[in-house]
Structure formats: C-alpha cells, structure tokens
C-alpha cells in the first residue's frame, strides 16, 4: 500500500474543480483505489483563487498529490472574459504550483489542446512549439508555465476534447440536438481527439500509482483522429438516430474564439513513460453511452 513515510498514512490526493467533468469521473474511481485518501473540493469548497484558504487547506490536510481539475472552461466567454480566465488558469495554478512545491506535494496539473494553433499536420508531441489563438488557449499555456517555473517538479497533462456525462459537453450538445432537431449541422473541417473523461482520470490514478514519478508535459486523449462531424456522426450511429447531419466548414459556425483546426496529441511519451493504454475512441464513447443516461 502507498504510505507516506513521515505520517505512516494512506497517500492522500487532493482533487480541485471536483464537481467538473474530470473531478467527478475521479469521485466515480474513488472506491476502486482505497489504497489513497481522497478528498474532493468543490470551488465552494476550495476557490483556487482564494490563496489564503489554499494554504489553509495545505496546513490542515497535509496532501501527497494534488491534481488541478479546476479551471475556466468557457472557450468563448474567455474572449470577454480574458482576466477572469488568467486567473484561474494562469495566477492561481502559480499559486498552487509554489505551495505543492514548499509543501512537498507533487501537483498534477491538467492543461489542453488549445495552446497549439493547429497549423500542424501530424500529431503534435509535448515539445512542439506552442501558439495559442485563443484568450483561453494562451491563459491555459501561461498556467503550464507558471506551473514549471514556481514547481519543476510538476506534472502537466494536455488533454482534448473532453466528454463525459458529467457536465457540459459535445457529447451530451448531440443526444440533446438529436431529440429536439430535425436535422443537424456540424463542423468538419476541425481535427482532433476525443477524450472520455473517465479514461483520462484512470490514467492520472493510474500514473500517480506507479510511483514513478517523471515531471514534465504528457498528451493524453483517446486514439483517433476525427473532425465534430465524424463524433457527431458515430454519437448519432450509437443512438440508432436518424436524424441527418451534414459537414459545415468553421466559417459557417462562427465562434467568438478561434479553435486550432487540426490538435490530435502525439501519446507516445506517456505511453512510454507510464506504460498506460490509448483506448480508441470509437470504444470509449460506446462506454460512455451504454454507463449513461442523458436527459435530453
Ligand atoms: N472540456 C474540454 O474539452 C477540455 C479540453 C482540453 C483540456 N481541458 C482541461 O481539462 C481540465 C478539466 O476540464 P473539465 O472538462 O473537467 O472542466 P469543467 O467540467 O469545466 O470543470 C472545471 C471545474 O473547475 C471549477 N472551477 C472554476 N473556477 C474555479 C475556481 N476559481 N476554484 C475552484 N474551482 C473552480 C468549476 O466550478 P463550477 O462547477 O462551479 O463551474 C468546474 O467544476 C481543465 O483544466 C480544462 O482546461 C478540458
């Protein structure tokens, strides 16, 4: 069993944002790893940007890990919203990452896709050149930095596209679009891979449990490489739907911040470093739909 040597204790991993997506897909894992102590917080809970309770909470809890599910999310809003994004994505992950590093707490941060500009045409790996086109994009890659620089030690994972039947997202957008349209547009010219929230948060318990701890950046998604439309047209596929899409090109749906057009993530480090499966994405959507019901 993982103890911790100084309090001879279960490891304890403090999970941020726990009522997003990723957190709650962590929460849904929690009795499958009783070897840690979990403790789940809410932004009631813990506001990341409350630097005096973070530290509060640090004093109390003592944490072995922390993994940063906590973020501002809304790509477009980020747009108008650009120093509230900072904050929580930039200012306040610095935070964290100088208070893990002072409390010896190896701090997992996640972070995403959007920091490339998807000029690319093959997948992009860990030290690719980063340009983000978007408020949310540069916020989050201005929060890997400050992650780094205030805790070497960190670990950072850039995800994609993330789904799960928690929360909002393109998945549950189509079950909902597919009850209340007639027919459904979606774009097919922007390029990337799925992520089922559950496979990402397996695959942080999974790295956390090796006990092998490698700082630095890891892509981790779902395998495939597929545009919202072909997503939209297997979400459809699974739900035995007949409702017609047709492919639109990103000029067609305009959006207040601008997406990298292709952003699949090299998985070959982490596959390597870690030893964890890339499940294919087709599978894991199948998962996602058969564990889940979605009110429309
Ligand atoms: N969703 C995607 O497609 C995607 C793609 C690539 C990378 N990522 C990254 O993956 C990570 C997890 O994303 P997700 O999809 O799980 O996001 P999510 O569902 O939007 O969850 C984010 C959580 O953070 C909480 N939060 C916001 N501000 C906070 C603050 N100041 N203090 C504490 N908590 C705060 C939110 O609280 P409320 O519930 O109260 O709003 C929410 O519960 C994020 O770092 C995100 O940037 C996501």
Redesign the pocket.
Known sequence: MPINKSTDKKLKILV??A?????KELRQLEKSWPQYDFLFL??ED????HFELVRQFFTAEHPDYLIN?????AVDKAETEKELAYQ?NAE?VGVLAAICHERHCRFIH?????VFDGNGHRPYTESDPCSPQSVYGAS?LAGEQLAMQYDPSCIIIR????YSSF?K?FVKTILRLLQEKPALSVVSDQFGSPTY?ADLAEAILSLIDTNKWQPGIYNYSNAGNISWYQFALQIAALQHSQVPITGISTDEYPTAARRPAYSVLDKTKVSEVYGLPIKDWKESLARCLSFCTFSA
Do not use: E, F, M
């Open positions: 941020t944002g009522n997003g997506q990723l957190g809410s932004r813990l506001p990341i940007h599910c906590a973020a501002y999310t929580i306040s996640i972070s995403t896709d959007y989050k995800t994609s596209w993330v929360g997202n929230a």
